[in-house]
C-alpha cells in the first residue's frame, strides 16, 4: 500500500517556473511506475507525465514536452514535476499516481493510487 501527497502548487505568472513534488510512503516505492496528470475547470483528467521504477526513462504529453521534467528519488520515495515556461492553459489540479509496474505507464486506468491534488494556477 502506498500513499502519496503532493505538494508545490501555487500562483505564478506566465513564463514563469514550479516545481510539485510528491512524497510517498510504503516500503515499495521503488518498484512503482509513476505519473503525473491534471485536470482543469470543466475538463476531464489528462495525463501529463511518467517515469519507470528507476527514473532512467521518461515519457510526456506533447503538451508539455520540452518544459515540464519529470524525475524521481528512490532513497526519498518521492516524484517530481518540474514545470518551465509555464502557460495559463497549464492550470489545474495537478495529481501523482502510481501504478504496480516496472515500466512507463501512461493510461489513467492502469494507475491505483493517486494523491490528493495540488492547484497550479498561471495568471497571463
Known amino acids: 500500500q502506498v500513499d502519496l501527497v503532493e505538494s508545490g502548487g501555487g500562483l505564478v505568472q506566465a513564463g514563469g517556473s514550479l516545481r510539485l513534488s510528491c512524497a510517498a510512503s510504503?516500503?515499495?516505492?521503488?518498484?512503482?511506475?509513476m505519473g503525473w496528470f491534471r485536470q482543469a475547470p470543466g475538463k476531464e483528467r489528462e495525463f501529463v507525465a511518467a517515469?519507470?521504477?528507476?527514473?532512467?526513462?521518461?515519457y510526456y504529453a506533447d503538451s508539455v514536452k520540452g518544459r515540464f521534467t519529470i524525475s524521481r528519488d528512490n532513497a526519498k520515495k518521492s516524484v517530481y514535476l518540474q514545470m518551465n515556461s509555464l502557460k495559463p492553459e497549464d492550470t489545474a489540479i495537478y495529481y501523482c499516481?502510481?501504478?504496480?509496474?516496472?515500466?512507463?505507464?501512461?493510461?489513467?486506468?492502469?494507475?491505483?493510487?493517486w494523491g490528493q491534488g495540488t492547484q497550479v494556477t498561471v495568471s497571463s
Open positions: 517515469i519507470n521504477w528507476s527514473g532512467a526513462s521518461t
Open positions: 499516481a502510481t501504478a504496480q509496474r516496472l515500466g512507463i505507464v501512461i493510461t489513467e486506468h492502469e494507475y491505483g493510487t
Open positions: 510504503g516500503r515499495t516505492f521503488s518498484s512503482y511506475a
